[in-house]
């Protein structure tokens, strides 16, 4: 009797565990808090979370990071809009099935001439009106062009064989738009063929998301409604989550310090803190004396002490790393043992820092003649915060810096100008990847290399990497390039961050993605258990 | 009268042009500009996408057709079109100014409410334990920030009652729209409040001092009836300049308190839009807020005439 017992419980223990539409539930809305005013709604014409956390579920990519898995990773791409894919003998043409059957949001079918004019107003396309601004441009330096096929196949043509080409389709930031659609209401209320539909962007007030009942992906979303509340006050934000105003945190948005008080505050809330795949870094401008010779810009470099900054800002939490996210949540980053061989990671920071002054002194300074020098950085606190450590121990190299808080709204702009010597800045990066990262920040014609960084070998170790199709050989390329950078002083890399995100218990399948902070805000498999 | 009256508007009309262009000028005098920010926004710095929406919202035009184009919008009634949301800028503004004048109009009712009636007892009471208990609370509604109130009413609000009363969604009814504005009324209300306290208490005890006021006593009026009809109304004077200037100081407060209790109204939008230099949000808001304090200097003289009739404007 028991043992017949037992066969049944378990049959159907099995049976509710293979059929997660009886476990999930339809309905409810979900409550978040957001830090902000998005810019603008359109992801492909921002580069912040901020657009897209709340915007990302409008959207489908062609792929997408397999949302169940934490780490985004090149061997764990699921489909998306495009159904299917293959590759040509020599890797250079990506051929793309499409699903059909879709419809946007305004009830117009997908087709490929979407994936075509999105592609091509994101390689620079300038008969394309489909984009304001285009921050990733150089992403598709390397695509040629884009045909299609009749309405459900669609071809990226590439100049060569670029094994991240797909990662990058994968991206949060890589979602496809509508050809009939005009950029000012893409920036306003965009229209996709994602999960929710855009039913509000007030700016100041609120974003309202509703389920899109037409989703191509029977059964999804299972949230009738996602809210984000603009709360530009922390305090009040996290005061609000504990009170239970809001469902979810902003991403990352609570700090260890914070951490303790929603804790205490509510128990039962789900915290989980994560790397955001963005890094505190410094920029050097090779424009200003002495800067402009590497061994003063490596001096920089050799004078930071990691520990204080991770002690005080993230309570011990943040990793080190250099410019690539280390492991074993970042795919690329190098193994520890060579992390310790750079300039600026030393385990004996002490003597790091007496080369470091021998350096300074071969460029003529002394403790009686120290370098004066200004440290700009956005005027908010997490990039003020960490200048305000750097200055105290740029003082251990005979370096007397003074802090230059910036309007945040014409950082990059002054940046652009050169009009700084040093910078405390931070990078977030979209995907776990070594081409959008160098081709981004170091690559000498890139709009984002803003410090203007220029070395043939490395912009040539760039490509070289690129096209590499074995992993193993590729990483190995890609630490090179992480060591050379380190020794050029290119953007030292102080610690990667790490964030805490924070929800209730009711609200079930948040999985988090350790690698980037940009992706993973699909929201469809999320529901509510209230 | 009627000659005051003309010559008064026609101040007000030079005051209101002033500040168009002053504030034109200045906007444009801010390092930055909204291209600058937009593109600055998404992390990169292209000269030839920033040059794009330069021409897209017409600031390569000579400033002085800038000018002429917002001036002659506002005498048709079209604000222009705000640079951040691509809206117009009507839509924008048009539902935020009546949360903000709600909060703004409850906030002076609580500082006048407690203001002078608390001034009065404070004065009438002179060096009583009750005096010298309204004279801290005044203190220190003088010197605790805003911000810093409303902060801690959030906290022991959700410490004690695990709630938060904060702007999420728009109330349902008129009732409930008052109960949530009240708690940031009383917050940035309290400091006012403190202002008018300590100056009806100052000006009740110059008056209660004087001859009239006497003569009133030793002709055998109550002291309710010396207080409130002789002595009250004669130093309600400076106390009514002051809730006008308070009145236009309020936006200041509000800004911070908005920001605290996360209410979509109008001053922290002004804020916010001034960090993104949205000109056409920027100009349209501060030239409502010139035309508010020019209304109330106005109406403050009024009531001059109103509260003392000595007091005549004369042709």
Request: overall charge neutral.
């Amino acid at each position: 009797m028991h043992t017949r017992l037992a066969v049944i419980a378990s049959g159907l223990a099995a049976f509710v565990i293979a059929s997660p539409a009886f476990a999930q539930k339809q309905g409810g809305t979900l409550k978040v808090s957001h830090r902000d005013n998005p810019p603008s709604a359109s992801i492909l014409e921002e580069s912040t979370v901020s657009v897209n956390m709340p915007f990302m579920s409008v959207f489908n990519n062609l792929v997408m990071f397999d949302p169940k898995e934490k780490i985004n990773s090149p061997d764990k791409l699921v489909p998306d809009l495009g159904e299917s894919w293959s590759w040509n003998g020599d890797k250079t043409k990506l051929t793309f099935k499409l699903r059909q059957g879709v419809k946007w949001h305004d009830g117009k079918p997908f087709t490929s001439k979407d994936v075509k004019c999105t592609w091509d107003a994101l390689r620079g396309d300038e008969k394309q009106e489909l984009l304001r601004k285009n921050p990733r441009k150089v992403w598709y330096k390397n695509l040629k062009e884009v045909t299609t096929n009749g309405d459900y196949e669609v071809t990226f043509n590439l100049e060569r064989v670029q094994p991240s080409f797909l990662s990058m389709l994968a991206a949060g930031y890589s979602p496809v738009y509508p050809c009939h659609v005009d950029s000012r209401t893409m920036r306003s209320k965009p229209i996709g063929t994602g999960p929710f539909k855009v039913v509000d962007f007030k700016r100041n007030e609120a974003i309202k998301l509703v389920r899109n009942p037409d989703y191509w992906k029977k059964g999804r979303p299972y949230l009738d409604a996602i809210e984000f509340k603009i709360v530009p006050n922390r305090s009040t934000r996290m005061l609000g989550f504990a009170a239970g105003e809001f469902d979810m945190t902003f991403d990352s948005d609570v700090t260890f310090p914070l951490l303790n008080d929603i804790k205490s505050q509510k128990p039962d809330a789900v915290c989980e803190g994560r790397p955001s795949n963005v890094n505190q870094n410094i920029l050097i401008n090779p424009e200003a004396p002495p800067f402009d010779k590497p061994e003063a810009r490596r001096a920089v470099a050799m004078s930071i002490d990691q520990k204080p900054f991770n002690d005080i800002l993230f309570q011990g939490h943040a990793l080190s790393g250099a410019a690539m996210l280390p492991p074993p949540a970042g795919v690329w980053g190098m193994p520890k043992e060579m992390l310790q061989t750079l300039p600026g990671f030393a385990t004996d920071v002490e003597k790091s820092r007496a080369e470091a002054r021998k350096i300074m002194e071969g460029l003529g300074y002394s403790k009686d003649k120290p370098l004066k020098v200004k440290v700009s950085t956005r005027n908010i606190a997490i990039y003020r915060d960490p200048a305000v450590i750097l200055i105290d121990q740029l003082k251990n190299i005979y370096i007397e810096a003074e802090l230059d808080p910036i309007d945040t709204t014409v950082w990059y702009t002054k940046i652009q100008r050169k009009d700084y010597q040093l910078g405390m800045n931070l990078t977030g990066l979209g995907v776990d990847d070594p081409d959008t990262n160098f081709y981004e920040n170091f690559y000498s014609t890139s709009d984002r290399n803003y410090t203007s960084y220029k070395n043939p070998e490395i912009d040539k170790l760039i490509d070289q990497q690129s096209a590499e199709t074995d992993q193993e050989k590729r990483k190995k390329i890609v630490w090179e390039i992480e060591k050379k950078l380190a020794e050029d002083g290119a953007r030292p890399v102080i610690v990667h961050n790490i964030g805490n995100t924070c929800w209730i218990p009711q609200l079930k399948g948040v999985v988090l993605q350790h690698n980037s902070i940009y992706n993973g805000w699909r929201f469809e498999d999320m529901w509510l258990e209230r | 009268m009627g000659a005051y009256l003309t010559r008064r508007f026609l101040l007000m009309v030079l005051t209101l042009f002033g500040m168009s262009v002053l504030i034109f000028v200045m906007l444009r005098l801010v390092p930055g500009n909204v291209a600058d920010i937009l593109v600055d926004s998404a992390g990169i710095a292209d000269p030839k996408e920033k040059a794009k929406i330069v021409a897209e919202l017409g600031l390569d035009r000579p400033i002085f057709d800038q000018y002429l184009q917002w001036i002659g919008g506002l005498f048709r009634g079209d604000l222009g079109f705000a640079y951040v949301s691509e809206r117009p800028a009507i839509e924008e503004i048009a539902p935020r100014i009546p949360i903000s004048a709600k909060l703004a109009g409850l906030a002076l009712f609580f500082s006048v409410i407690l203001g002078v009636p608390l001034g009065v007892i404070s004065a009438v009471r002179q060096n009583t334990g009750l005096d010298y208990m309204l004279r801290i609370v005044s203190l220190s509604g003088l010197s605790l920030p805003s911000f810093w109130l409303g902060l801690l009413i959030l906290m022991a609000s959700v410490q004690w009652f695990g709630m938060i009363p904060i702007y999420t969604n728009e109330p349902r009814s008129f009732i409930d729209e008052v109960l949530l504005l009240s708690i940031p009324a009383a917050a940035v209300g309290f400091r006012s409040s403190a202002l008018i306290m300590r100056l009806t208490r100052s000006s009740m005890l110059e008056v209660l001092r004087q001859d009239y006021i006497r003569t009133a006593r030793s002709k055998g009026a109550s002291q309710t009836s010396v207080n409130y009809e002789h002595a009250l109304r004669n130093a309600l004077l400076p106390v009514v300049t002051i809730i006008g200037i308070e009145a236009a100081f309020l936006v200041g407060g509000l800004i911070v308190t908005e920001t605290v209790f996360n209410i979509p109204g109008v001053a922290r939008f002004l804020v916010e839009a001034i960090l993104w230099r949205d000109y056409p949000i920027v100009q349209n808001l501060v030239m409502l807020i010139a035309f508010i304090v020019v209304m109330v200097n106005f109406l403050v003289d009024m009531a001059y005439m109103a509260l003392d009739p000595r007091i005549k404007y004369a042709d």
